[in-house]
């Protein structure tokens, strides 16, 4: 019989539930809006989309398996030599391929609660053992992962800005991390929304720095508007993405990914377009919330956390957006489990979701306080993370 190793048999398997066609012709609804999964609402880079259409012809041919011209234009956009970046099939391969290169089974990753699943998948996919810390204010602690640290530890997980609390550690702390954390651990800083932030005077730039330890990620599935085509790099010190790029797939980003990653890489019409409605829809849901006194996370994202009284009652406030067209994210399974993440949206449906929690919170809240809370059905439906 075929023995399945211990933590691939303990892996959580990906839960298919409704489509959202499905959830509309079940519960009735003309309207769904999904702000679960940090998309962008403007779709994708106008720019990226010229350029695939304009590729589709010669999907016949394998890629350059060094994707070159997007390798090139990324170090060139970003002060960076061409062998410091490695492009993959999106931020969580690249991560999965780090630990490949710079860790053996056993070894720990250092990391915290309530940061991006992906690390948690990919750690526990390869038979990592991982150490997640509490946040600190719903922030990374920097300290406690520096004093947490053992000789077994050898990859560190940061996010920043950190899904799904959209909090960010500044210049000051993450210098003073970088300076203590030692030069055998590999820091894997994920800048998946840095665009959100990067007008923060405090918010340190991660690929400015180089240190012989650190590896910067970056996708183009948020701020470019391109998460279906599945796309991003690492950057590093040419040594550990001379390792990576040995572990990755050989023909990944695929073709209208790399054509589409490097027309969006340039299109700053896009770019700015997908600054100016996120921060318009953060500032509706802010005033929104304070309005209905929900208390939420100051965010530097696309996505601002609701902190709900308790575990029931995200539950419950999840279900019955939906049961009301809003699908939203209980972020539970990141270890939040009173958090409830809603991203940015286009003008109507930011004003849609505000209008539906308007109806749900308060009926909500004084059902809570009377301990007579309704229950409804759980309903899975599918959700990225
Ligand atoms: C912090 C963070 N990193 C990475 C990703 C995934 O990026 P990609 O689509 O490039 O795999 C996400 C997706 O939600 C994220 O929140």
């Known amino acids: 019989m075929i023995k399945i190793p211990h933590h691939i048999e303990n892996l959580w398997p990906y839960k298919a539930g409704k ?20 998309e962008n609402p403007n779709g994708p880079s106008p720019r990226a989309l010229a350029a695939i259409r304009q590729a589709l012809p010669q999907s016949h041919l394998y890629v350059d398996p060094g994707a070159f011209e997007l390798t090139q234009a990324i170090a060139k956009e970003f002060g960076k030599r061409p062998s410091q970046i490695v492009c993959g099939h999106g931020t969580d391969a690249i991560i999965e391929y780090i630990l490949v290169a710079f860790s053996d089974a056993g070894d720990e990753v250092l990391t915290s609660q309530g940061t991006f699943i992906g ?22 602690d920097l300290e406690a992962i520096v004093k947490s640290g053992t000789e077994k530890t050898k990859i560190i997980y940061l996010a920043n800005p950190n899904n799904p609390t959209g909090s960010i550690f500044t210049r000051t702390q993450f210098d003073w991390f970088m300076s203590r954390v030692p030069d055998y651990v590999t820091v894997i800083l994920d800048e998946a929304y840095c665009q959100y932030c990067e007008n923060e005077p405090e918010y340190p730039n991660g690929l400015e720095y180089e240190y012989d330890n650190l590896v910067v990620t970056r996708t183009f599935s948020k701020a470019y508007g391109l998460g279906g085509l599945r796309v991003g790099f690492a950057a590093g010190p040419e040594r550990l993405i001379s390792a990576i790029s040995k572990v990755k797939l050989p023909f990944e980003p695929n073709h209208l990914a790399q054509v589409g990653a490097l027309a969006a890489l340039t299109d700053y019409e896009f770019l700015k377009l997908t600054q100016i409605v996120n921060e318009r829809s953060i500032r509706q849901f802010e005033e929104g919330f304070d309005r209905l006194g929900i208390s939420h996370i100051k965010t530097y994202c696309n996505s601002i956390l609701l902190l709900l009284p308790n575990e029931q009652f995200a539950e419950q406030f999840f279900l019955r957006c939906l049961d009301r067209g809003l699908i939203v994210r209980h972020v539970k399974s990141f270890g939040i489990p009173e958090g409830i993440r809603i991203n940015s949206g286009s003008d109507e449906d930011t004003e849609f979701a505000l209008e539906v929690i308007t109806n749900v919170y308060p009926k909500l809240k004084e059902e809570f306080s009377q301990g007579n809370v309704i229950k409804n059905e759980a309903c899975i439906i599918h959700q990225s993370e």
């Open 19 to 38: 489509s959202i066609s499905e959830l509309a012709r079940e519960k009735g609804l003309k309207r769904i809006v999904k702000l679960a999964s940090n």
């Open 119 to 140: 690390i948690y998948v990919n750690t526990n996919k390869l038979g990592r053992r991982l150490v997640a810390l509490p946040l600190k204010n719903y922030a990374f």
